[in-house]
């Protein structure tokens, strides 16, 4: 699975969205996740969807403000990130992984995009 993400610049406060189009292989049995990486800081969850869709999970610092969906039929997963902080300005990286349900976990991914910054200026 090949991953490729974009991302961007946005004021605090405001909104973005994040998307991810995968390609190489059937994308609707395929766990995706969002995680990204601050500058000295190691890689964190910020958010995961089931193959379906069904079922989505979120790291606290983010929920109730980002929100992760997909298009099976397009093989693009999306992160809605609203309210943004400045603490929110990362690197975001996709991931992938073969599977039925949600993860949290860098290690259990197998496929990673190339990672897309996002700034939040104030």
């Known amino acids: 699975v090949q991953l490729q993400a974009w991302g961007g610049l946005v004021q605090a406060g405001g909104s973005l969205r994040l998307s991810c189009a995968a390609s190489g292989r059937t994308f609707s049995n395929v766990g995706m996740g969002w995680f990204r990486q601050a500058p000295g800081k190691e890689r964190e969850f910020v958010a995961a969807i089931s193959w379906s869709g069904d079922n989505t999970y979120y790291a606290a610092s983010v929920k109730g403000r980002f929100s992760i969906s997909r298009d099976n039929a397009k093989n693009t997963v999306y992160l809605q990130m609203n309210t943004l902080k400045i603490s929110d300005a990362a690197v975001y990286y996709c991931?992938?992984?073969?599977?039925?349900?949600?993860?949290?976990?860098?290690?259990?991914?197998?496929?990673w995009g190339q990672g897309t910054q996002v700034t939040v200026s104030s």
């Open positions: 991931a992938a992984r073969r599977g039925y349900s949600t993860y949290v976990a860098v290690y259990d991914y197998e496929y």
